[in-house]
């Protein structure tokens, strides 16, 4: 900040991962520091996952000279209309991609569809990283970020104001020059490559090239005794899911630390991450070997019915020959009872032989111990494993991982004037009000305020919305949380007494509570702040 004003002049984002959700709660966020004035003053960014699809989308608009508001109008299209899912599973199914590798797979399909729909100039040719490193555009630093396999570390395809910033890390570092002709939009797919839903991107082969051939510095460094060693690439969420790391390293870089830090955050809500069921498996119900005698008993009518039908139509066809209507009155019924017989008494061969005899210490005697077991009870145990494991591997372990990032600014008192976590759990019912907004005279927000909030934080993360409702709900949801926290952020730089503020500051802070106080009254998720 200068002398002459005390608004921050240089704002970094830090945008998290999270699909959709986090698109639209970034998109509302950046939204409103446009509406009222610090827009321009947003000059680092870094992004994961979901935040890497809005964040190379707002680049490309800036890189093409659009305002704000037609940027909006176009990504909020994009998110509507364009099908991801289904355009990248008809892919799978399509021609070869235009990669080295030539491998069909759903994540370079998705790269496909970004680089025809997102990130491409107006005559269609898919924007190159080069384009962003040459871009006259506001942002001196943007991240996005992804993770490489090879070492567990932050893969950064970056523009830096810094010459010291690397193209991957301190173990994977691809040659600067070369890097120019990666496509933007294997650097959106890499980077929301989230694990379980996609498999990993191998870097350079599952990359698109200008001229379908990989820049011969990135080809030697890929490529050993001869054959390809490509670099796994998947969701930057999984080493840090708010890319708070990468966003101080660019203040390192330059020597430079942001004005202001915001870190928009998509993630779970912490309180309870994972609420154990209500109703618990009940013992009474059909047992398993109830279920093994019904398995049986089908089985010997299929075989029976096979043996059955097999000699009527033996008969009848010796006696007048064979007729075509014989096709759907013997043949079917016999292929189906044969098929469906052989399928029941696999599976319990597999069930037997592969399953409960390989049972550690127990072997044969293991079915004696649990078949009477109810089967209700069985599908209660098999969902509550189920459930803890996802929730460990979706919410617990990205907890730790997101609270190792906070650590980072959180920890450090060189960033206490300067931070600002816009959380999009923050307004929700139940949650405490900071002393320094009622001291501020800052009223909670409302109950229909608080629904909102609790709607946004309750989608799923998704790469669709199931309706323009849920859009508008999450981006209101951003503009909300982020006037409300930068409010909190003034009264801790300048005092709790508006008319002591400097005039800047003053007209800022009445415009935040104004649209506050508006939307206390009426929270229309499809207005814009």
């Not at 005390?6 to 959700?21: D, V």
């Not at 924007?127 to 090879?150: C, H, K, M, P, S």
């Amino acid at each position: 900040m200068t002398k002459a004003t005390k608004l921050p002049e240089c704002i970094g984002l830090a945008l998290s991962g999270g699909g959709y959700r986090a698109a639209a709660f970034h998109l509302g966020t950046v939204e409103y520091l446009h509406a009222i004035g610090l827009g321009p003053s947003i000059k680092r960014m870094s992004t994961v996952s979901g935040g890497t699809i809005f964040g190379a989308a707002w680049t490309v608009a800036l890189m093409e000279g659009r305002d704000f508001p037609d940027f909006v109008t176009g990504f909020r299209r994009f998110l509507l209309d364009v099908d991801l899912v289904k355009r990248g599973l008809k892919s799978l199914s399509g021609r070869a991609p235009k990669t080295p590798s030539k491998r069909h797979s759903l994540i370079a399909g998705m790269a496909g569809i970004y680089a025809q729909e997102l990130v491409r100039d107006t005559a269609g040719r898919p924007y190159l990283l080069g384009d962003v490193f040459d871009a006259r555009i506001q942002l001196e630093d943007v991240i996005f970020n992804a993770t490489e396999f090879r070492y567990g570390l932050a893969f950064r395809f970056q523009r830096s104001a810094s010459g010291d910033a690397l193209i991957g890390n301190g173990s994977v570092a691809v040659d600067r020059t070369a890097a120019r002709s990666i496509r933007l939009a294997d650097v959106v797919a890499a980077s929301s490559c989230f694990p379980g839903g996609f498999e990993p991107l191998a870097f350079p082969h599952d990359f698109a090239w200008p001229d379908g051939r990989i820049p011969a510095p990135i080809a030697a460094q890929f490529t050993t005794d001869g054959k390809p060693a490509p670099l796994a690439l998947m969701d930057g969420g999984i080493c840090d899911n708010q890319g708070i790391e990468s966003l101080l390293l660019a203040g390192t870089r330059t020597k430079r630390p942001a004005d202001l830090f915001v870190i928009s955050d998509v993630s779970a809500d912490p309180l309870d991450l994972w609420p154990y069921p209500d109703e618990a498996a009940r013992r009474k119900g059909l047992r398993l070997s109830t279920v093994r005698w019904v398995w049986i008993a089908l089985a010997l009518a299929c075989v029976i019915s096979f043996v059955a039908l097999g000699s009527l139509a033996w008969g009848g066809w010796a006696e007048r020959g064979f007729d075509w209507r014989d096709l759907f009155t013997f043949v079917v019924p016999i292929a189906l009872s044969g098929v469906v017989g052989f399928g029941l008494w696999w599976c319990y061969r597999v069930v037997r032989d592969e399953g409960l005899t390989k049972v550690p210490k127990l072997g044969d005697r293991s079915w004696r111990l649990i078949k009477d077991i109810a089967v209700r009870q069985l599908v209660g145990m098999i969902a509550l494993r189920v459930g803890s494991v996802l929730c460990l591997t979706t919410d617990v372990f990205m907890a730790r991982i997101r609270r190792l990032g906070f650590t980072l600014v959180y920890d450090d008192p060189k960033y206490r004037e300067e931070r600002v976590s816009n959380l999009i759990y923050e307004l929700t019912p139940g949650r405490d009000w900071a002393r320094v907004l009622m001291d501020l005279g800052v009223e909670p927000p409302s109950a229909p305020m608080q629904a909102l909030a609790k709607e946004a934080s309750a989608m799923p993360t998704t790469l669709w919305f199931d309706s323009q409702r849920q859009l508008d709900v999450v981006a209101a949801t951003g503009r909300m949380t982020i006037a409300v926290n930068l409010m909190k952020w003034i009264g801790r730089q300048f005092g709790t007494d508006p008319a002591k503020y400097p005039a800047d500051v003053r007209a800022l802070f009445e415009r935040l509570l104004a649209d506050w106080r508006r939307w206390r009254t009426e929270p229309d998720p499809a207005s814009r702040g």
